[in-house]
């Protein structure tokens, strides 16, 4: 018989971007400028070394990469990152100075006209930014 094609799903299934943990300290956001739009800026910060594929994600769940904003105009996001494995030798304690984790996230600006603010959720405080 015909054996069953191998499959591409990590060992222990996929973990819904959804689920991923928030970053622990929301330290800022920000607009800046870009051609077309304008490009949102998100620092945070985590207490050890080793968090990554940090990203900002709808909190309603949207097809695809969508940003479309609630029904009030407010676009919430969630701050989230992969933590470092448990024992994790190379998770030091992080600097704040050094080791802020940062995402940005391109508006078009159709996109920024159909939303009067965005708001960021991390694991310690919300920001909003008004557009």
């Given at each position: 018989?015909?054996?069953a ?20 300290q ?54 989230i990152?992969?933590?470092p ?38 694991a ?8």
């Amino acid at each position: 018989g015909q054996a069953a094609p191998a499959s591409l799903e990590p060992e222990g299934g996929y973990v819904a971007r959804e689920q991923l943990p928030l970053v622990p300290q929301l330290l800022g956001a920000e607009w800046q400028p870009l051609n077309e739009g304008r490009l949102l800026v998100v620092r945070g910060f985590a207490p050890r070394k080793g968090y990554h594929s940090a990203a900002l994600v709808t909190t309603r769940l949207q097809p695809g990469s969508r940003l479309a904003p609630d029904a009030d105009g407010i676009l919430r996001l969630r701050f989230i990152a992969v933590p470092p494995a448990e024992g994790d030798p190379a998770a030091l304690p992080a600097a704040p100075a050094t080791d802020t984790i940062t995402v940005a996230l391109p508006f078009s600006t159709i996109q920024l006209n159909r939303l009067r603010a965005v708001e960021i959720t991390g694991a310690d405080r919300v920001l909003t930014l008004s557009r």
